[in-house]
T-cell receptor, first 113, second 111 residues
Framework: GENVEQHPSTLSVQEGDSAVIKCTYS??????FPWYKQELGKRPQLIID?????GEKKDQRIAVTLNKTAKHFSLHITETQPEDSAVYFC????????????FGSGTRLQVQP | NAGVTQTPKFQVLKTGQSMTLQCAQD?????MSWYRQDPGMGLRLIHY???????DQGEVPNGYNVSRSTTEDFPLRLLSAAPSQTSVYFC??????????FGPGTRLTVT
């Protein structure tokens, strides 16, 4: 089955700096890659996603890049703000085999004011 | 439109007891999944379903059963609770490979 590895496990940045979180996946059939943000005690919520036919996608301060050849994808947050502090999860899914998301282990992002 | 609902919010069980965690969605989503989240860890897939009458195992299925008799409901049964099943359980649903919506979670403690 799919295996998703996520790095780093913790990340501390100063407000206004950029943050980058990286994930690798093992199943070359994976074709949908979402990123979720989870605040303490709450449910995960989608912040951005990308499909395998696209190399990059942006939404305001958030962007995701995908390298299918290397099987890795990254989340980029620019101009970080204290409210960006949360745990971020990457995930992957294919349309064959196990048709459910496999999640990375998460990155705890702390934005220092 | 309530989205994905889960009951109960909190539950304490004794070792060996059984119970069912309820999950329902009103978005007519085909895909539904159950995950567990242990402190400081990611979401691990327990069981999933791609439609009514179809279920399959995830990464950590042992000790859990599921059924999907309707599109809306996807209950998770703990057969004989063990302390290792203490966790937060999330149900999620999606329309195919699109945004997955999570329920609010059930915090389960097994003593």
């Amino acid at each position: 089955g799919e295996n998703v590895e996520q790095h780093p496990s913790t990340l501390s940045v100063q407000e206004g700096d950029s943050a980058v979180i990286k994930c690798t996946y093992s199943d070359s059939a994976s074709n949908y890659f979402p990123w979720y943000k989870q605040e303490l005690g709450k449910r995960p919520q989608l912040i951005i996603d990308i499909r395998s036919n696209v190399g990059e996608k942006k939404d305001q301060r958030i962007a995701v890049t995908l390298n299918k050849t290397a099987k890795h994808f990254s989340l980029h947050i620019t101009e970080t703000q204290p409210e960006d502090s949360a745990v971020y999860f990457c995930a992957a899914i294919a349309d064959t085999g196990r048709r459910a998301l496999t999640f990375g282990s998460g990155t705890r992002l702390q934005v220092q004011p | 439109n309530a989205g994905v609902t889960q009951t109960p919010k909190f539950q304490v069980l004794k070792t060996g007891q059984s119970m069912t965690l309820q999950c329902a969605q009103d978005m007519n989503h085909e895909y539904m999944s159950w995950y567990r989240q242990d402190p400081g860890m990611g979401l691990r897939l327990i069981h999933y379903s791609v439609g009514a009458g179809i279920t399959d195992q995830g990464e950590v299925p042992n000790g859990y059963n599921v059924s999907r008799s309707t599109t809306e409901d996807f209950p998770l049964r703990l057969l004989s609770a063990a302390p290792s099943q203490t966790s937060v359980y999330f149900c999620a649903s999606s329309y195919g490979q699109n945004e997955q919506y999570f329920g609010p979670g059930t915090r389960l403690t097994v003593t």
